[in-house]
């Protein structure tokens, strides 16, 4: 296999619709390192993909960092509408597609996971046999099938999988690029937090 591309010629998404409740205040705007969580994210996205933007029903706050911003398409659907309005907007093609509140993100998974995206509608790790979706690569291929589940009420961020091709690519072959599993630490209480903002 060829060496992956300085950057990847699609975009990639952080979604940050979530309600922050264990957290107490907004995820995406916790201080860290000089600037905001989600501005920590987007700086590790743009190394490696064409673009970034935000999906986001309040879009001032990261208009107001420089971000592009989307929303929802099929609102008040979760996560999933989020995941939604992503695919749709991306352009066509794949989009990575994270959470707001992971700020760990490293460089090496995330050139694993898009440089298999070809061939595939949803390229996302396993960890301890379960999915990581806001870790993950999808496809245009992706939207008529999440649309069908929200329809249908089904809003688990991998109800769609049986509809699409999807690449699990699995401890064994992702530990090799990320081997603390750093990039799916995110920030759901105030603890989590304390710990990525001490770099533990």
């Known amino acids: 296999m060829s060496a992956p591309p300085e950057k990847f010629d699609f975009p990639a998404a952080i979604l940050a619709g979530g309600k922050s409740r264990r957290m107490g205040r907004d995820k995406a705007f916790l201080p860290m390192e000089g600037g905001a969580v989600v501005s920590r994210v987007a700086d590790s996205l743009k190394e490696i993909f064409s673009d970034v933007f935000v999906v986001a029903n309040d879009p001032l706050p990261y208009e107001a ?74 496809s245009s291929g992706c939207e008529a099938p999440i649309r069908s589940r929200i329809e249908a009420g089904e809003l688990k961020m991998i109800s769609f999988h049986p509809d699409v091709r999807v690449m699990r690519v699995e401890e064994a072959e992702w530990r090799a690029w990320d081997p603390g599993a750093l990039s799916f630490r995110n920030l759901n209480t105030p603890g989590d937090y304390e710990v990525a903002a001490g770099g533990k």
């Open 65 to 138: 960092l420089g971000f592009r911003v989307v929303a929802d398409i099929l609102k008040g659907n979760d996560s999933l509408g989020g995941l939604h309005a992503a695919v749709a907007s991306a352009g066509g093609g794949h989009v990575f597609v994270t959470g707001c509140d992971m700020p760990s993100l490293q460089a090496p998974l995330l050139r694993g996971l898009a440089s298999r995206a070809e061939g595939w509608d949803v390229v996302v790790p396993i960890l301890r046999d379960f999915p990581e979706p806001l870790c993950a690569v999808y």
